[in-house]
């Protein structure tokens, strides 16, 4: 069992998580009720990642973010390090490739907000920002919830864009699925079994707490 | 806190998308029932007063607050006008108590005086011991009177009212009705009430401005507009059926009736108002200025005669229709108790006189 696997998988996960939330939010609530020129555009780039091959996007990404290219040297600059072969490189892809998850069911649920009880809100003297706190984010409370689920769920999952852009450095980019690969490899099957166990373990227990969390916070929604 | 009650006036005008003409008033403690049919554009002037939408051109303005002036231009934005909004269905917060969808709008108050006064609210209009529940625990009048005490709580200087009692049924309907009508009483700010059933207008409203295909047709007192009719098109608009086109043979002057000449009868008219001899008239009377009269009187003193050809009870009224000699059917309510001591049924031949201060003569389109 590689631990430091397991550990690298779970921080990914969790920052895949934070950074998306914010940027999945946003862009859920323009598309569902901007009307703007370009709108199909930007909802079929969003959409994109889901129909992609994940080895597609990695050769992609690799190409950008490797130093040899102006946007990976202009990148290494920022960051400090190189994207590629890192664990910033497999953030980056993570939270491209998690887009789609975490938009999608944010975005289902802002849509089926009336759009009278927003402006029943600004009647009533709630600012736009007050608006989307106490009326917004409370009724598409179970949107976000399967959004933090379905990218926990795929983040830990994740394997072809994550070999493809971080390769498979212990405690860098070797996350739990490419250590079971490599087990599998290596005719270790006893401890890709036990990784693969824990793996699902973990899911399920992820996925069951965000929806009990749903219920919980839906059953003592109240104004703060 | 108190507060110069205030007079709402608004003027809007734009060509489309939705076309608007309309000009309104209304004072401080007055009900002004805006009237028309469904797509007249009445929720499109109401959402414009709340500042949810900005028409082409005119102005809003709310004592010394201008709202919107599209000359300045000025749009002042919804959370600024302190104006209570009644939604037709309600748009309660789903997912807050009725205690919450109240306080929510009481940002102004600080806690805890914003609890106490969220609760009197909830008192005012009768939902004590519901403070906790979510909106789909609530009746349809429940939601309604939260809607309403969520209204108020902004402490507005107008209230909106949009078909405030489309969704509930009828019992209950009547019930709200009663409320609005003592809870107004208590309100010295101008209250708007939107609605396409005039019934509803003639019992609440001090004044009543009909508007059709967003054009303002005329405003007036509750009578006015029943009985005094500007058009023809108004006239339908509130329900009226016994429209009819006639000429002028004489008009009144000085207490003596005028006269027009309808399908072959001659009919006095109290006042022909600026109408001149000769010319062709749409006319009206109301169905409570037609009464039976005795089959010997036919041909004299406004009295026609036909065919009853249709009763519909309402209750303890009925409108009975009779069928005239060209075709044309005058409609007049009668108790239903006196129906069947009459022993009227269809097919009987019926007199009935109009009497002369009920016929109104309105200007012949085209």
Known sequence: MDWTAFALSLKLAFWTCVLILPVAIALARLLAWGRFRGKSVIESLVMLPLVLPPTVLGFYLLSAFSPASGLGALLKWIFGVPLVFSFPGILVASLLINLPFA??????????????VREAAFVSGLSPLATMRFVELPLAWPGIVSAIALVMAHTLGE?????????????????????????????????????????????????????????????DAHVA | MSREPASLSVRLSQPGPIPLAVDFACGPGELLALVGPSGAGKTTVLCAVAG??????????????????????????????????????????????????????????????????????????????????????????????????????????????????????????????????SLRRSLAIPIILVTHDLEEAQALADRISVIDRGRTLQTGTPDDVRLRP?????????????????????????????????????????????????????????????????????????????????????????????????????????????????????????????????????????
């Open chain 1, 103 to 116: 938009v999608q069911p944010i975005q289902r649920a802002f849509e089926a907000v009336a759009p009278n």
């Open chain 1, 159 to 219: 394997f072809g864009v994550i070999l493809m852009m971080g390769g498979s450095i212990p405690g860098e980019t070797r996350v739990l699925s490419i250590a079971i690969y490599d087990s599998v490899q290596a005719f270790h099957s006893g401890d890709a079994a036990v990784m693969s166990a824990v793996l699902l373990a973990f899911s399920l227990v992820a996925i069951a707490l965000v929806h009990v969390l749903a219920r919980v916070r839906r059953a």
């Open chain 2, 52 to 181: 949810l939408y900005r028409p082409g051109a005119g102005r809003i303005v709310c004592g010394s607050d201008t709202w919107f002036d599209g000359a300045a231009p000025v749009m002042v934005p919804p959370q600024a006008r302190a104006v209570g909004l009644v939604f037709q269905d309600y748009a309660l917060f789903p997912h807050l108590s009725a205690l919450d969808n109240v306080r929510l709008a009481m940002h102004h108050i600080a806690e805890p005086a914003r609890t106490a006064a969220a609760q009197s609210l909830l008192q005012r209009v009768h939902l004590d011991g519901f403070e906790a529940r979510t909106p789909d625990r609530l009746s349809g009048g429940q939601r309604q009177r939260v809607a309403l005490a969520r209204a108020l709580a902004r402490d507005p200087k107008v209230l909106l009212l949009d078909e405030p009692f489309s969704a509930v049924d009828r019992m209950t309907r009547e019930s709200l009705k009663e409320e609005l009508a």
């Open chain 2, 230 to 366: 500007a058009s023809g098109v108004v006239a339908r608009l509130t329900g009226q059926t016994n429209i009819f086109a006639g000429v002028v043979e004489r008009v009144s002057s000085e207490g003596k009736p005028g006269r027009i000449r309808w399908d072959g009868h001659s009919l006095d008219v109290s006042d022909t108002g600026a109408a001149k001899v000769g010319q062709r008239v749409t006319w009206l009377v109301p169905p409570d200025y037609v009464a039976l009269a005795d089959a010997a009187a036919d041909g004299e003193g406004n009295v026609a005669t036909g065919m009853l050809v249709e009763i519909v009870r309402l209750g303890e009224r009925c409108v009975l229709a009779v069928q005239l000699g060209a075709g044309e059917r005058l409609r007049f309510t009668m108790a239903a108790r006196d129906l069947g001591g009459r022993g009227l049924q269809i097919r009987s031949a019926l007199s009935l006189r109009l009497l002369p201060e009920g016929i109104h003569l309105m200007p012949s389109a085209r």
